[in-house]
């Protein structure tokens, strides 16, 4: 059973749009949020992550907004760019364990 | 300072054979972690290691096991190996294994069984 699910799967943006991608869980245990981005030939990297005693969290081009009681979460891409061309995960932890639950990845495509 | 460095970076296996993979996590990083990656699954957590003991495991079968030494280095193998294990196998390291620690991620293992 998929812990974290994960839409969607993949995603054409031209450059400049916003790129949004969702994720939802089950498990009210969790209380980690993190974001991966993965470009070919490479291991994950974390690009941003909340917990879930705030509702947003920004970084530069990056926002995760995150929605307690309907258990979703998202990335948002401002200003999206051919660089941001990856395989985005998003993850939950729980503090009561220490293992990570991904979703199953989104493909973003930014065309210029 | 160096990154999780894994080897092999790539390896062709037959069906019924064993593999073993390796990494090392970042300097002063006590927690490893393997998790299996395939188109359409996402990661898969196999298992997490720290100093030296196994703390949590995955649901893959006893086929896949793991360990670490006292430097923190780890290995896993995979034993009979089966068409439906080849995947890209990525190893994490973390400072601890407590809660919210950023994992960082190796490069991984792309594993091919014929």
């Known amino acids: 059973q998929q812990q974290v699910k994960q839409s969607p799967q993949s995603l054409i943006v031209q450059k400049g749009g916003i790129s949004i991608i969702n994720c939802a869980y089950e498990?009210?245990?969790?209380?980690?949020f993190p974001w991966y981005q993965q470009f070919p030939g490479k291991g994950p990297a974390l690009l941003i992550a909340?917990?879930?005693?705030?509702s947003e969290k920004k970084e530069g081009r990056f926002t995760i907004s995150f929605n307690k009681s309907a258990k979703q979460f998202s990335l948002h891409i401002m200003d999206s760019q051919p660089g941001d061309s990856a395989t985005y995960f998003c993850?939950?932890?729980?503090?009561?364990?220490?293992?990570?639950?991904f979703g199953t990845g989104t493909s973003l495509t930014v065309i210029p | 300072k160096a990154g999780v460095t894994q080897t092999p970076r790539y390896l062709i296996k037959t069906r019924g054979q064993q593999v073993t993979l390796s990494c090392s996590p970042i300097?002063?990083?006590?927690?490893v972690s393997w998790y299996q990656q395939t188109p359409g699954q996402g990661l898969q957590f196999l298992f997490e290691?720290?100093?030296?003991?196994?703390?949590n495991k995955g649901n893959f079968p006893g086929r896949f096991s793991g360990r670490q030494f006292s430097n923190s280095r780890s290995e896993m193998n995979v034993s009979t190996l089966e068409l439906g294990d080849s995947a890209l196998y990525l190893c994490?390291?973390?400072?601890?294994?407590?809660?919210?620690?950023?994992?960082?991620f190796g490069p991984g293992t792309r594993l091919t069984v014929l």
């Open positions: 994490a390291s973390r400072r601890t294994g407590s809660s919210y620690n950023e994992q960082f």
């Open positions: 498990n009210t245990a969790f209380d980690y």
């Open positions: 909340i917990r879930p005693d705030v």
């Open positions: 993850a939950a932890q729980g503090s009561t364990g220490n293992q990570f639950y």
């Open positions: 300097s002063g990083h006590r927690s």
């Open positions: 290691y720290f100093s030296e003991t196994q703390r």
